[in-house]
Structure formats: C-alpha cells, structure tokens
C-alpha cells in the first residue's frame, strides 16, 4: 500500500500515450520522495465513449474502471485533452515540474496534445518526445528491480493492473521490449505512459521548493481527472 503522505518530494514527471479516438489515452506520473528517494507511480486513462461500442469484449471492463475513479469516459472529443492538462497543470502548480524534460510524449500522433500544451506555456525542452518499444528496455529492467526492493510503488489500480496483465515482453535481438498479448482488446497505455515517465526519472531530475507533500499533489489528483 502506498503512503502519500509519508514524506515531500523532490520532483513530478507525466509522460502521456495519447491513443486515438478509438483507444485508450493515458497518463502516467511518477514523483520522487524527497528523503527516500523511493519513486511513486499514479496513472490515469481517457477513452472516448465510441471505444465501448468498437471493443464490446473489453467494454463492461472499462465501465468498472470508470465507476472506479481511474478511467475517465470522454462524452465531448477533447474531454481527454483537457483532463490530460488539468493534471499537467497540477504539476506545474505545485512547483515540481522540472523546468527540462519534465513532461514526455509519444511521438505519433501527439498534434493536439502539442498545442493544449503550448497554450499553458509548456513547450520544449520542458516537454519532449520519449520513444517507445524497445527505446523502454532501461525503464522497463529498472522499474521490475525497485518493485522488488521497494523503491518504487503505484497506486494498486485495477486499470493499472489490467494493463501490465495484458503486457508481454517480446525480444528484438539484445534487446527487450513491451507489446500486447493481444491485438485490440489488450489494452497496455496505461503501463506505457508510466515507464515513460519512468525513463525520464532516470535523468535524476530536481524541481520544487520542497514545500509541496506528496500526501496534498496526489489528493488533489484523484478528486479533478474525473
């Protein structure tokens, strides 16, 4: 179980998958505890209501997710867009958002997310491209080890749990990357947009004035995606 409130931290990064309109959209957010350094990982998931009617097999799924807090189903088209800033704005509010690389995007298709952005004031090099597949190899090697010793924690959600089950690794050559078990249905956005953010932590990034606690950031998260 994850303690919020257990210390300050030092520093936020968000990585959004994007998705289309007939996928899931995502975004992942992990913070750095100021004293433990121990990483914490929260994420959110966006889909548009048409995903219900296209993936019939995953839709009651989806619904629970939803009645959950942790999906939110967009009725108007840039309802993703929106809930995906006002948590960006949350970063940039609380004073730890890394003035370099601190927000991290899928390069395909990422226009629209691009220019909400940019009209808040968040542009490169605060807002960069974070490539996937096998470019994730570090993040994805580097997380399952601080799981293991406790150094990173999540949020236990059930669409964050979802996605990493329908995860596999798939080697390329030296290398390891995540795919879907399935195509279509096996929805993995959610795992993608926090190992993104993971691979930008790597740069041991700082940020904030160490007066934000974790315990108010993410509280205050869970009660506006929606």
């Not at 931290?9 to 992942?28: N, R």
């Not at 609380?94 to 952005?117: C, M, Q, R, T």
């Amino acid at each position: 179980q994850c303690d919020w409130s257990s210390d300050v931290c030092f520093s936020d990064l968000a990585s959004i998958d994007g998705g289309g309109l007939d996928d899931l959209g995502a975004i992942g957010v992990i913070g750095r505890e100021k004293t433990t350094k121990r990483w914490l990982w929260w994420g959110h998931g966006w889909c548009h209501e048409d995903v219900l009617e296209l993936r019939k097999e995953i839709a009651p799924r989806l619904r629970d997710f939803a009645a959950a807090g942790e999906l939110t189903i967009c009725r108007e088209v840039n309802d993703d867009l929106e809930g995906m800033v006002a948590v960006i704005r949350q970063l940039m509010d609380s004073g730890l958002l890394p003035e370099k690389e601190g927000i991290g995007l899928d390069p395909f298709g990422v226009a629209a997310i691009v220019d909400e952005l940019a009209k808040i004031g968040l542009t490169f090099p605060q807002v960069v491209a974070v490539r996937q597949g096998v470019s994730l190899m570090s993040a994805l090697t580097g997380c399952a080890r601080k799981l293991k010793d406790g150094s990173l924690v999540h949020s236990a959600s059930g669409l964050l749990t979802w996605c990493v089950g329908n995860a596999r690794e798939e080697q390329r050559g030296n290398a390891v990357m995540v795919t879907k078990e399935a195509a279509g249905k096996a929805k993995i956005d959610l795992l993608v947009a926090g190992l993104s953010a993971a691979k930008l932590m790597e740069n041991n990034p700082v940020a904030g004035d160490g007066k934000g606690s974790v315990d108010d950031w993410f509280g205050s998260l869970r009660t506006r995606v929606a």
